[in-house]
Each structure stands twice: as C-alpha cells, then as structure tokens.
C-alpha cells in the first residue's frame, strides 16, 4: 500500500512568513509523529498525535510552532513568523501499533 | 525513553568486514529498541527491532543484541557491502509510550 506522504518537497520562504507543512499518514495508522532533522544532525521529536489529540507537545521548540490533525488522518504543522533557525528537513512519521514508526520522505524547508 | 546515546558517531570498514554500532539508554523503563537506516537525502528506514523479551535478533546480514542490564544494545553487519553505507539510527520506547528517542547517529562508509 501507499506509504507516509509529505508535501511540500521544497519549501523557500522568506524570513518571516508563515509556512505550512502537510503529512498523509499511512491509511489505519491511528498515531502520528512530527521531527525535525538539521543538516547532517539527529531526529528531534517535535509532537505526537493519537488519533485527533496531541498527548505530547513538549518537543515543539517555540509558541511559533503549531500542529493540528483532522479526522484522523491528515496533519499539518505550521510554522508561523519563520526565522532562518528553522531551516531543516521536516519528517512524519506514522504507526498503527505505536512502535513501529513508518517515515515519509521530508519536507526540505529553507528559510532566507 | 529519556535519553539515547550512540557510538561511534563515524565508522569506516572495508568491503566485507563486520560493522558493529553500539547503543546505550537511560530509562530502565524502555522496552522496545529500533534501528533506522538512513541513505543521503532519503527518509529514515526501519531495518530491525528488537523488544525487552529477548536478547538477539537477527535478519540475514543484519543483527542486533540487548543487554538489558547493561542498558545497551547494538546493531551488527557482517559481510559488509558498499551498498549499506549510510546513517544509522538506533532508538528507544518505554513501557505504554509512543514516543522514540532517538541517537545522533553513526554514518557508516563502507570502503570497496
């Protein structure tokens, strides 16, 4: 079946701006996960969703940050006021048994 | 789990030699260890886990062992191939917990 989808591919926005970041989980996979990779670095946990509630928020890095899931499925992580700090791959990653973590491809978000 | 710490950070072996990467983890409450293959500018991949209940793991070239009172676990490769150059990411989970902490990673050169 179709795997974790992520869109944008590229984002270039300028300092700023607002961006906003889409995940299509894998169909049935009822937890959701946001990370953040910088160049070259590890996976930095962002925030968690079961379902349509976000049980775990801790790792969002500002009040800049926001993420919202609907119907279980599609989620979005918005970014507003963007700075150049922001700069990373943006990574989703789905799970049906809340272990095995299945990732999308990224979202590459530059920030001028 | 709180806090995951990989070594080494960069490792070299020649073709056919054996890589070993090892994990060490914080929280004795983690029960469920993955490890993450990650090629340049694609997503992390699942390559094998191992949970609390036993001690190794293994799948073809690919294996992994635990030491639970240790609180260590690594991955090994035998027979090395250009092809399983990459970053390797080892991960925990405790106990009812959806969340994985991630190690910094260890980017393995194979050298033909």
């Known amino acids: 079946g179709a795997g974790v989808s992520q869109s944008p591919s590229n984002k270039v926005t300028e300092k700023g701006k607002d961006v906003e970041l889409r995940c299509d989980p894998i169909s049935g996979h009822t937890a959701l996960y946001w990370y953040r990779q910088s160049l070259g670095q590890g996976l930095e946990f962002l925030i968690y969703f079961q379902g349509n509630s976000a049980p775990d928020k801790s790792g969002l890095p500002s009040d800049r940050f926001s993420a919202e899931r609907t119907g279980g499925s599609v989620s979005t992580l918005t970014i507003q006021r963007t700075q150049q700090e922001d700069s990373a791959v943006y990574l989703c990653a789905s799970s049906y048994t809340g272990e095995t973590q299945y990732f999308g491809p990224g979202t590459r978000l530059l920030v001028l | ?112």
């Open chain 2, 1 to 112: 789990g709180e806090n995951v710490e990989q070594h080494p950070s960069t490792l070299s072996v020649q073709e056919g030699d054996s890589a070993v990467i090892k994990c060490t983890y914080s929280d004795s409450a983690s029960n469920y260890f993955p490890w993450y293959k990650q090629e340049l500018g694609k997503r992390p991949q699942l390559i094998i886990d191992i949970r609390s209940n036993v001690g190794e793991k293994k799948d073809q070239r690919i294996a992994v062992t635990l030491n639970k009172t240790a609180k260590h676990f690594s991955l090994h490769i035998t027979e090395t191939q250009p092809e399983d150059s990459a970053v390797y990411f080892c991960a925990d989970a405790g106990a009812g917990s959806y969340q994985l902490t991630f190690g910094k990673g260890t980017k393995l050169s194979v050298i033909p």
